[in-house]
């Protein structure tokens, strides 16, 4: 059966946006408490060490522009490399070489941490806009998640996550809205935008597999296969889709490569030998290390053990998520990435061995593309919020040696809740529909967004 489209109305979209402005706003505010006059010599806000856990305006932004090279505005990865110690050395950064350049342009013309939060906020703001916007087009005023919830103000400013967002967000727009477009083209789009995420903070280089699967079955009930197709399937479609993203990543890291081997090396040694302590607020710190008599730290059979089980365990889950995404082809004809997707992010967040707060953020887009419970989203930003807040507070008692139990139940209640939120989440969104998919009409079945709605045909010929 075919769905009529519920797409967001260019009004709605504007106002989505406007909102979303006044929200990141408030963000900025937010974490510019923890910046400003007096600075010590080397630019640092001597307001930050002082506010930034009892107030929770911490951001890695502020606290990044020392210790990274930027404030000496030294281009990332070229010259830089890794110590034994783990100290990142030469301008090298912890993130991928796209999230690196976005450090350095924002280092360019500031002399302090808060002129350089300004100058990063500035380069953000765009791309929380144009999800805020692509979000409205698609799903109407459950966008307003994204646009005017908490997590923004708390989170918008304090990592680089509104670009991978963004890219994330647009592979699916691109699928999703420009229907008269046919899908291989729209897919092999998607997947440079997919890869440009992955260039940017890892994940959406995941999405590539179920944006391939729907590619092979042919889209929406296999309908979308090209001419030349003979039979149910499009592997060449597939491999185009996979070949578009590889040659993307390649494009874009070889440059930094072949300039700065160390350098660009030194930015996934250092991932991969972070370790899962009480900083990460992950399920390892708080559930397994208990398991090794609390003994942490390298070497320890605590480290070792995550760093084996964490990455199987992650395989793991996007291989049941693709395998549970092609029952649910087999049953409807129709291979549902968008949930794939969301399903495999999920566990993700809950197996890796960080997961930092700001995180959140990138699991909003698919909150609001798909249509889950709101009790489920309530709860989810509930236990976000527990940890948003009260780990900041748990590390600020902990500082000044108060008593800290009160804010460990908060982190715990938030670890644990987003935990359990996340494993009904994994299995919720592999059923769940996207918002734009109406009641079924046996006149069409097909949720073309850019066909049916005539603002968004016009928006999309």
């Not at 106002?15 to 600075?39: E, S």
């Not at 989170?155 to 477009?181: C, D, G, K, S």
């Not at 309530?378 to 804010?407: C, N, P, Q, T």
Request: charged share 10%.
């Amino acid at each position: 059966m075919r769905t009529r489209a519920r797409a967001g109305t260019p009004a709605v979209a504007v106002t989505v946006v406007l909102l979303c402005g006044l929200t990141l706003a408030l963000g900025y505010l937010n974490k510019a408490r923890c910046a400003g006059a007096p600075f010590a010599e080397n630019g640092r806000s001597l307001v930050f060490d002082r506010l930034k856990d009892s107030n929770f305006c911490y951001s890695d932004i502020q606290f990044l522009w020392l210790g990274r090279d930027i404030d000496n505005h030294v281009f990332p990865y070229l010259t830089g490399g890794i110590t034994a110690d783990g100290l990142l050395t030469g301008g090298t950064v912890e993130y991928p070489v796209l999230s690196g350049l976005l450090m350095w342009l924002g280092g360019i013309g500031a002399h302090t941490d808060a002129q350089f939060l300004l100058n990063s906020a500035l380069i953000l703001v765009p791309f929380g806009l144009a999800t805020a916007w692509m979000l409205g087009r698609l799903a109407g005023w459950p966008a307003l998640l994204w646009a005017a919830a908490p997590p923004l103000v708390l989170y918008a400013f304090h990592n680089w996550e509104l670009p991978v967002v963004a890219a994330a967000t647009a592979a699916t727009f691109v699928v999703v809205y420009y229907q008269r477009i046919p899908l291989r083209t729209r897919a092999i789009g998607a997947a440079v935008l997919l890869a440009i995420g992955l260039c940017l903070k890892i994940y959406p280089g995941a999405f590539v597999l179920p944006l391939m699967a729907v590619v092979f079955t042919g889209g929406v009930g296999g309908a979308e296969l090209p001419t030349s197709v003979r039979g149910r399937f499009d592997p060449k479609g597939a491999l185009l889709v996979a070949a578009s993203a590889a040659g993307t990543v390649i494009a874009i890291n070889l440059p930094f490569a072949v300039a700065g081997y160390p350098g660009w090396l030194a930015s996934f040694t250092f991932q991969s030998d972070r370790q899962a302590d009480i900083t990460t607020n992950s399920v390892w710190y708080w559930g397994v290390r208990h398991l090794f008599g609390g003994v942490e730290g390298p070497g320890s059979d605590y480290a070792t053990f995550v760093s084996v089980a964490s990455p199987l365990l992650i395989a793991a889950s996007f291989a049941l998520a693709l395998w549970l995404g092609y029952a649910r082809y087999r049953r409807e004809g129709s291979y549902p990435w968008i949930a794939v997707s969301a399903a495999m992010l999920c566990g993700f967040l809950l197996l890796h061995k960080v997961h930092s707060p700001q995180y959140t953020l990138w699991l909003i887009p698919f909150l609001v593309l798909l249509r889950v419970p709101w009790a489920l989203i309530a709860g989810y930003l509930v236990a976000d919020l527990a940890i948003g807040i009260g780990v900041f507070r748990y590390f600020y008692e902990l500082s000044i040696g108060s008593d800290a139990s009160a804010m460990e139940f908060a982190v715990q209640f938030g670890v644990w809740g987003r935990a359990a939120l996340l494993v009904v989440l994994f299995f919720v969104f592999l059923r769940a529909r996207p918002r734009w998919e109406g009641t079924p009409a046996a006149e069409d079945s097909r949720p073309a967004v850019g066909r049916q709605d005539p603002s968004l045909s016009t928006a999309a010929s």
